[in-house]
């Protein structure tokens, strides 16, 4: 089953990356670019933290942090805090494109446990595993996924490329770059 939670007005939903990974001064990633940035917005009084909750997402090292805030705050404001606090920089910048084309859900956690302590998930979905990025013929065979998930990270700009060839290296200079360069391998 997959737990789907989607952002509500007061919520900051955020996917951290290398929470596991020990830093040399000592810490986490997960405290150098969430702890520390949530702090100094709640000491600046920017943000009106109610509580935080994290849980482990399907990849291993991986959290999910959700932020309850005491009020609500606009999709906008919400999109740019969750970047700011650490959360995936690819998810991120999706977010923020899905939002721009006035998707409903432009921001939600998908969770292979119910979070405890924290609220209902919004909806559930029979899926085992996690949920592809990237939908065989743009179709969605989970209904849940059809409902809330939007378009993807490569439907929003562009799939990456699978070309074999992609590690030969073209220099762009300093000044105008031509499109061919850009485009050549």
């Given at each position: 089953m997959a737990f789907w939670y989607l952002?509500?007005?007061?919520?900051?939903?955020?996917?951290?990356?290398?929470a596991d990974v020990q830093l040399e001064r000592g810490g986490t990633r997960l405290e150098m670019f969430c702890?520390?940035?949530?702090?100094d917005g709640i000491v600046a009084g920017l943000l009106k933290v109610k509580c935080v909750t994290a849980a482990a997402s399907y990849t291993p090292g991986h959290l999910h942090v959700c932020v309850t805030l005491h009020r609500p705050m606009p999709t906008m404001e919400r999109l740019i805090w969750q970047s700011w606090l650490g959360s995936d920089l690819y998810r991120s910048r999706a977010d923020l494109m899905r939002a721009h084309r006035g998707h409903a859900y432009p921001s939600l956690l998908i969770a292979p446990d119910r979070y405890p302590r924290l609220r209902d998930p919004d909806a559930v979905c029979s899926c085992a595993g996690k949920h592809p990025t990237v939908l065989a013929e743009g179709v969605a065979a989970c209904p849940v996924w059809a409902e809330y998930r939007g378009?993807?990270?490569?439907e929003c700009f562009g799939a990456p490329s699978t070309r074999p060839d992609e590690g030969v290296r073209v220099a762009l200079r300093v000044g105008r770059w031509s499109l061919d360069d850009i485009l050549r391998v």
């Open positions: 952002a509500h007005a007061d919520e900051l939903l955020l996917d951290v990356d290398g702890r520390r940035r949530l702090r378009p993807s990270p490569w």
